[in-house]
Structure formats: structure tokens, C-alpha cells
């Protein structure tokens, strides 16, 4: 049954059990590497990241709590590698993981920045300062990474260099009309395409704050709005960078105009805070994938705002990952479900002749009713209600 499984979006969950959904067969299915037993997932293999090892959606990294990093086939449904790069414990859990041509980039909370080639030999380091929450890794440039944190804002790194220092620095907004400085709280990052060496980047705050930043121009953001009143804990900009979806702690999503900042759709059904969302964009069709504290994920069409299809997914769900929507591409497959359609063409119309006739007979009923009402003689109920007797003291 899993060499045969098509999934459409991967969960990576609190227990490091990875779930995969078809949603046309509307089957999930559980995975675990080869040899482990259910019995011994426990926390320490939370998984804390999940990148795509290249652009074709063939295979990503899951960053586990304990320091390791699983590699899993999505063409043939195992994991092809496990790594233990030293993490957890006392190092920090991983906050980010991106794969750069031969190199796989790591970072954990505690601010360290690791390259690591396909030799499995660390290749160098950067110390970014911490606390760090959150690392994303340019899709267009080798070894540009953005990092941020509580207290930490963004600052735009390249592994390239030897010097080691942000090739940007954001520098916080204007102290508010009390002239107190606005709390900084870095929780999520996205990089907008199409827009080179020097990016334009996305972020999303734990005070609640969306913000456009034009590393090509000045250090403060173009725009900083507030967005509902809770914080917000994940982010993903669009393949056309046209606007980006974000999620807070209260359960909301939205579609955000990437240059206005306006909200442009609103989407609903999540119980609990929303950890991860995954977007996707086809020929005809722009969906993604949001999962949460509820234990649910669901899969939203962006425009119209509808829900697709919902999942429970029995655990804490951490990280998701949108492939695609893939559907059957077998003749035979094709040729029953337009078989298909024509009995259901036909049943259709088979009931609507039966509705029609359906529709003369219950006429022709409350007809003979209404004669024979009409035929009843009236009963009039005369008012023998007594009136009351007043006492006069």
C-alpha cells in the first residue's frame, strides 16, 4: 500500500512520526525509518524543521529535537538517509534547514549557523547571535540565510563570506507615540521571489506586526501594520510573490497583499494555534496546506476561499510540506471515471422526470384536502371565560 501511495502534503508531527495525504484518495498513511518502532517515538524526536532538498518536490529534510536529520523520498515513500549532526541537549533544537547545491544548512535556537557538504564534514560555522526562532534560506541564492528571534531582528547572512558579519541589519521602527521602543520578536520569515541578491523579505512578529522589508534600500521596513491581536507563528509567501499567507496562535489565516499589506482573503476552521503552512501554486489552481495545535490539517483553495478536505492526524502537528495535488493519470482510470460521469448524467435526469411527476401528484392531493375542508362545517368556540370578582375593602 505505501509503494503505491501518491501523497499531496507531509506532516512532520510531535512525536517524529511523518504523515502523508492523497487528497484526491483521501488517505493518509504513518512513517517511520526502517526498523523503528512505533513504541520508542517520543518527544526527543519532535520534528522541528522540514525544507525541500531541491525544487522538483522529490525529497525534503526533517529536523528532529535530538540533532538528527532524516531525508525522505516522496517518489518512493522511505527514508533514504538518517545523519546525526550533534544536536539536542544542551546545543539547541534545530529552528531551520535548507539544502544549497551540495551543501545542507542547519541552525539551532542558540544562534550557531552550520554548513555542512555532502561529505557529512562540517564546513564552517556562523554565530548569529541568539535567541533564534526562526531560519529561512533563500530559494534563488547559495548560502543566504535570514535569521531572527525575541529581541533578535532580522539579519541577512552569506556563507560565502569569510568575515562572517550580516550583509544586512534591520534596524527597529520609531518608538511609539508614548516614545517607548516597540518590542522586536522575530517568529517567521519568507523571501519574496524573483528579486535577487539583494531580497525583499516577509516577516511575520510574536507582537503581532507584519512587515516588508527592501534590503536593497533603507534598514527600517517599508510597511509595519498590525495584523488581529494575537502573535503570528508562521508565514509563506506565494510562488508568484504576489502576496503571502500567514497564521497566529488564535487560529486565523490570512492572504496578505505582499505590497500594501491589505488582507485579501480570510480562512477559518482551526480549534487551536496554527504552526505551519505550505502553499502551492498550479495551472489552474493555488492552494496550501495549514496544520495546527487542533491536530487537524487542512488544505484551502486560495481564491475563492474554500476549504478542501480535512484531516485528523491523531498527533500535534509541527511542520507541513505541499507537493502538489496529484491525481490518476492511468487510461483506465480516465476512462471509468467519464463512464462514471455518464451514469451519473443519466441517474440525474431519471430523477428529474421522477421529481416532476412527483410534483403533479402532490397537487393533485392538497386538491382533494382542500375540498375536503372546505366541505367541513365551521365550529365556532364561544368565550365563556369568566370574569373575575373584585373585593372592595
Known amino acids: 500500500m505505501a509503494s503505491d501511495f501518491i501523497g499531496d502534503v507531509w506532516v512532520g508531527t510531535s512525536l517524529g512520526v511523518l504523515k502523508g495525504l492523497s487528497v484526491s484518495n483521501k488517505q493518509t498513511l504513518s512513517f517511520l525509518p526502517a526498523g523503528f518502532p512505533l513504541e520508542k ?52 533544537h534545530f529552528v531551520g ?11 539551532n535556537d542558540k544562534g550557531i549557523i ?50 562572517a558579519l550580516p550583509i544586512f541589519k534591520a534596524k527597529n521602527v520609531p518608538h511609539d507615540y508614548l516614545n517607548l521602543q516597540v ?29 516588508l522589508y527592501d534590503t536593497r534600500g533603507k534598514r527600517r521596513p517599508v510597511y509595519s501594520k498590525l495584523w488581529e491581536e494575537a502573535p503570528i507563528t508562521c508565514l509563506d509567501v506565494s510562488s ?45 489552481d493555488n492552494v496550501f496546506a495549514a496544520c495546527g495545535l487542533d491536530r487537524y490539517l487542512r488544505v484551502y483553495r486560495t481564491e475563492p476561499p474554500q476549504i478542501i478536505h480535512k484531516a485528523y492526524m491523531k498527533l500535534i502537528c509541527n511542520q507541513v510540506l505541499m507537493s502538489g495535488l496529484h491525481t490518476n493519470s492511468d487510461k483506465e482510470d480516465t476512462d471509468g471515471e467519464e463512464q462514471d460521469g455518464k451514469e451519473r448524467v443519466r441517474v440525474g435526469k431519471k430523477r428529474k422526470r421522477g421529481k416532476v411527476s412527483e410534483d403533479a401528484d ?22 365563556n371565560k369568566r370574569k373575575s370578582k373584585h373585593k372592595i375593602n
Open 41 to 92: 517515538c517520543d518527544r526527543t524526536r519532535e520534528v522541528m524543521s522540514m525544507s525541500w532538498e531541491h525544487k522538483s518536490k522529490e525529497r525534503f529534510y526533517m529536523g528532529l529535537r535530538n540533532g538528527k536529520v532524516l531525508l525522505f523520498d516522496c517518489q518512493r515513500n522511505y527514508f533514504a538517509a538518517e545523519t546525526d549532526l550533534g544536536g539536542g541537549g544542551g546545543c539547541g
Open 362 to 383: 402532490a397537487s393533485s392531493t392538497d386538491d382533494s384536502e382542500n375540498e375536503l375542508w372546505e366541505g367541513m362545517e365551521q365550529v365556532v368556540t364561544l368565550n
Open 114 to 163: 552550520s554548513i555542512w557538504p555532502d561529505s557529512q564534514e562540517k564546513k564552517s560555522e556562523i554565530s548569529v547571535g541568539g535567541p533564534v526562532d526562526v531560519m529561512s534560506a533563500s530559494p534563488e541564492v547559495d548560502l543566504m540565510m535570514a535569521t531572527g528571534g525575541k529581541n533578535n531582528d532580522l539579519k541577512l547572512w552569506d556563507g560565502n563570506r569569510p568575515d
Open 183 to 211: 518590542p522586536v520578536w522575530v517568529t517567521s520569515i519568507g523571501f519574496v521571489p524573483d528579486t535577487g541578491e539583494r531580497p525583499c523579505i516577509a516577516v511575520g512578529t510574536g507582537y503581532h506586526h507584519l512587515r
Open 97 to 107: 534547514i535548507a539544502k544549497h547545491s551540495h551543501n545542507l544548512i542547519t541552525c
Open 240 to 284: 508568484d510573490g504576489r502576496y503571502y499567507l500567514v497564521g497566529n496562535s488564535h487560529g486565523k489565516i490570512a492572504r496578505i497583499d505582499i505590497r500594501k499589506g491589505t488582507v485579501l482573503n480570510r480562512y477559518h476552521g482551526f480549534g487551536g494555534s496554527v504552526t505551519s503552512i505550505s502553499s502551492w501554486s498550479g495551472e489552474d
